[in-house]
């Protein structure tokens, strides 16, 4: 394949960036074209998206559609859907949408029946899964569970758990622990009763330094307490039950090495979610993820929103070399999304070479970060409206809230709708002025002041609109995200799927371990030697 640079869509797009792209104003693109919003708002499973404020018009997406049908786009997403090893580093498929497929239906799009590497098998385990939550849930002698895992096999459950709080039972307390940091687990153990608590191992390979670590201090935990019957407390979700056994957990959860970390909320790793919400949710979770699927894999690309997404992505990091975007969710719920899209987006587009392994000639994943709304605000939006820097925010708002406090939620609705008008409208230094002279503290000079009271404006957002963060919309949404990342990498011609970028620390905290311990800095670097001295205990 060739670079995404060397395409005659790219070169199209360049010269619609220069004549239109570059100078387009969100203020007068409103005021010249009335239908701006019916044309750029797209309607997908769950999800209605208005694009309307971003700095895009229909001749744009137009061009980025021409891109994403000379890089095969839609082709590739079928291969993936398919069952094929579109994993090449690793030689896998990637199959997590196989895992949300309905029972019955064909899991493998456009394969003969019966094909692929599960047949009931995933069913099966859903079930088993489900079945031994519903248990967990009904039984009232354990009052916390505590998931033990890190990056996908933490942040995708502890996300949903969180957003979906209006349908977890009262009585059972859900902890997610992650980092090695014993400041993580050990004030969580002195206000837990072992005989009260499940713990969940969680890792798709069961080799991972923390998480290992910490499932052992909690097993030392549990038996110096007094702890009885340590099968009963203590389960794994994991591609490696052999492992799992030696560590001495005989219940264990298993998933397929089509699933990568970062997608496998939707498999055995998600079972803190089905004790959460129970069975019934979380098939719902995986049915509104299906719906989402099934609008990236038919819909034609014009009015598939996860496509959408992906190009402008691309439009924004390649062509206005905006390299990071904000995310807003107005909803206290959605509080972990932000982390949980810094590892879906970064892990896996945060690459350097294609994949015939030639250095890219553009950047790739976007720095993704943000708190929810109305929080930022009174943070770093400061930056956003004001700052040298333009940064795309995207806003999700949700309509019906699951409190009653009407007006409370007025109020939040009213300030994500005021963010992206005042990024959009700005505030000329003229506006700024007359408003300024009255106000201006004694020896202010009104004139330097309205500079600072002033906001360029056509400052681009994305508004996402859930009728209300039910786990169908919320399965929908994260399934929206995964099939857009899936979208900028396959323009940019990456393995979005592999996460070597992790393995050199590792290898490295790995030799450092015992050095901590020796104080031998032989042949370490000046810098690295001088910091293990100072902190040798
Ligand atoms: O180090 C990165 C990573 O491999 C992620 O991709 C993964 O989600 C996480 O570590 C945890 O891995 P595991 O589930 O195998 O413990």
Same mark, same amino acid.
């Given at each position: 394949m060739t670079s995404c640079t060397d395409t005659a869509a790219w070169a199209a797009l360049q010269g619609h960036f220069e004549a239109h792209g570059r100078g387009l104003d969100l203020r007068e693109a409103f005021a010249r074209d009335a239908g701006r919003v019916a044309a750029l708002g797209f309607e997908a499973p769950e999800v209605w998206a208005d694009l309307s404020k971003n700095l895009i018009d229909t001749a744009t997406l137009r061009y980025l559609l021409e891109l994403a049908r000379e890089r095969g786009v839609e082709a590739r997403r079928d291969a993936m859907f398919r069952g094929e090893p579109i994993n090449t580093t690793e030689g896998r498929a990637v199959l997590h949408t196989a895992l949300r =497929? $309905?029972? +019955? *239906?064909?899991?493998?799009?456009? =394969? $003969?029946? +019966? *094909?692929?590497?599960?047949g009931t098998e995933v069913h099966d385990v859903l079930q088993a899964v489900l079945d031994y939550a519903e248990n967990v849930r009904k039984d009232w002698t354990i009052t916390d569970v505590v998931n033990i895992g890190i990056g996908g096999s933490d942040l995708g459950p502890q996300m949903v758990v969180k957003a979906l709080d209006a349908y977890t039972q009262a009585g059972q307390r859900l902890h997610f622990v992650s980092n090695v940091d014993g400041h993580d687990l050990m004030p969580l153990l002195d206000r837990l009763q072992p005989n009260k608590t499940l713990f969940i191992v969680a890792s798709k390979t069961f080799t991972t330094q923390e998480t290992l670590t910490n499932a052992h201090a909690a097993r030392d935990w549990f038996l110096s307490q007094g702890g009885q019957h340590i099968e009963r407390h203590f389960v794994a979700t994991t591609c490696n039950v052999e492992a799992a056994a030696a560590f001495g957990i005989h219940t264990t959860f298993g998933f397929w090495d089509w699933v990568g970390g970062r997608y496998s909320?939707?498999?055995?790793?998600?079972l803190p979610i089905a004790i959460a919400v129970g069975g019934e949710r979380f098939r719902e979770l995986l049915a509104g993820a299906h719906a989402m699927d099934r609008h990236f894999a038919e819909t034609p690309a014009e009015r598939n929103l996860p496509l959408l997404l992906g190009l402008l992505d691309v439009w924004y990091r390649n062509f206005h070399g905006f390299t990071s975007r904000s995310v807003a969710p107005?909803?206290?719920?959605?509080?972990r999304l932000p982390a949980y899209l810094q590892q879906l987006e970064l892990e896996s587009n945060g690459k350097r070479v294609d994949e015939a392994g030639r250095a890219l000639a553009v950047g790739t994943s976007p720095v993704v970060w943000g708190e929810p709304g109305t929080n930022g605000q009174h943070a770093y939006f400061q930056m956003l409206h004001q700052g040298t820097d333009v940064i795309p925010v995207e806003f999700i708002a949700v309509?019906?809230?699951?409190?009653?406090?009407a007006e409370q939620h007025r109020k939040l609705l009213a300030n994500c709708l005021a963010q992206s008008q005042a990024l959009m409208l700005g505030k000329t230094a003229a506006e700024a002025a007359a408003e300024a002279a009255p106000t201006a503290a004694p020896g202010v000079d009104p004139a330097v002041l309205a500079q600072h009271r002033s906001f360029p404006g056509n400052r681009p957002s994305t508004t996402l609109v859930l009728d209300a963060l039910t786990p169908r919309a919320l399965g929908a949404l994260i399934a929206m995200y995964e099939h857009r990342v899936f979208t900028s990498g396959a323009v940019w011609g990456i393995?979005?799927?592999?996460?070597?970028?992790?393995?050199l620390g590792k290898a490295l905290a790995g030799a450092l371990l015992p050095r901590l311990k020796s104080g031998d800095t032989a042949g370490l670097d000046a810098s690295t030697a001088a910091l293990l001295q100072r902190l040798r205990s």
């Amino acid at each position: 394949m060739t670079s995404c640079t060397d395409t005659a869509a790219w070169a199209a797009l360049q010269g619609h960036f220069e004549a239109h792209g570059r100078g387009l104003d969100l203020r007068e693109a409103f005021a010249r074209d009335a239908g701006r919003v019916a044309a750029l708002g797209f309607e997908a499973p769950e999800v209605w998206a208005d694009l309307s404020k971003n700095l895009i018009d229909t001749a744009t997406l137009r061009y980025l559609l021409e891109l994403a049908r000379e890089r095969g786009v839609e082709a590739r997403r079928d291969a993936m859907f398919r069952g094929e090893p579109i994993n090449t580093t690793e030689g896998r498929a990637v199959l997590h949408t196989a895992l949300r =497929a $309905p029972e +019955g *239906a064909p899991a493998l799009v456009g =394969a $003969p029946p +019966g *094909a692929g590497p599960f047949g009931t098998e995933v069913h099966d385990v859903l079930q088993a899964v489900l079945d031994y939550a519903e248990n967990v849930r009904k039984d009232w002698t354990i009052t916390d569970v505590v998931n033990i895992g890190i990056g996908g096999s933490d942040l995708g459950p502890q996300m949903v758990v969180k957003a979906l709080d209006a349908y977890t039972q009262a009585g059972q307390r859900l902890h997610f622990v992650s980092n090695v940091d014993g400041h993580d687990l050990m004030p969580l153990l002195d206000r837990l009763q072992p005989n009260k608590t499940l713990f969940i191992v969680a890792s798709k390979t069961f080799t991972t330094q923390e998480t290992l670590t910490n499932a052992h201090a909690a097993r030392d935990w549990f038996l110096s307490q007094g702890g009885q019957h340590i099968e009963r407390h203590f389960v794994a979700t994991t591609c490696n039950v052999e492992a799992a056994a030696a560590f001495g957990i005989h219940t264990t959860f298993g998933f397929w090495d089509w699933v990568g970390g970062r997608y496998s909320l939707w498999s055995a790793i998600g079972l803190p979610i089905a004790i959460a919400v129970g069975g019934e949710r979380f098939r719902e979770l995986l049915a509104g993820a299906h719906a989402m699927d099934r609008h990236f894999a038919e819909t034609p690309a014009e009015r598939n929103l996860p496509l959408l997404l992906g190009l402008l992505d691309v439009w924004y990091r390649n062509f206005h070399g905006f390299t990071s975007r904000s995310v807003a969710p107005y909803h206290q719920g959605l509080a972990r999304l932000p982390a949980y899209l810094q590892q879906l987006e970064l892990e896996s587009n945060g690459k350097r070479v294609d994949e015939a392994g030639r250095a890219l000639a553009v950047g790739t994943s976007p720095v993704v970060w943000g708190e929810p709304g109305t929080n930022g605000q009174h943070a770093y939006f400061q930056m956003l409206h004001q700052g040298t820097d333009v940064i795309p925010v995207e806003f999700i708002a949700v309509k019906t809230p699951s409190h009653a406090q009407a007006e409370q939620h007025r109020k939040l609705l009213a300030n994500c709708l005021a963010q992206s008008q005042a990024l959009m409208l700005g505030k000329t230094a003229a506006e700024a002025a007359a408003e300024a002279a009255p106000t201006a503290a004694p020896g202010v000079d009104p004139a330097v002041l309205a500079q600072h009271r002033s906001f360029p404006g056509n400052r681009p957002s994305t508004t996402l609109v859930l009728d209300a963060l039910t786990p169908r919309a919320l399965g929908a949404l994260i399934a929206m995200y995964e099939h857009r990342v899936f979208t900028s990498g396959a323009v940019w011609g990456i393995n979005s799927f592999d996460q070597w970028g992790v393995e050199l620390g590792k290898a490295l905290a790995g030799a450092l371990l015992p050095r901590l311990k020796s104080g031998d800095t032989a042949g370490l670097d000046a810098s690295t030697a001088a910091l293990l001295q100072r902190l040798r205990s």
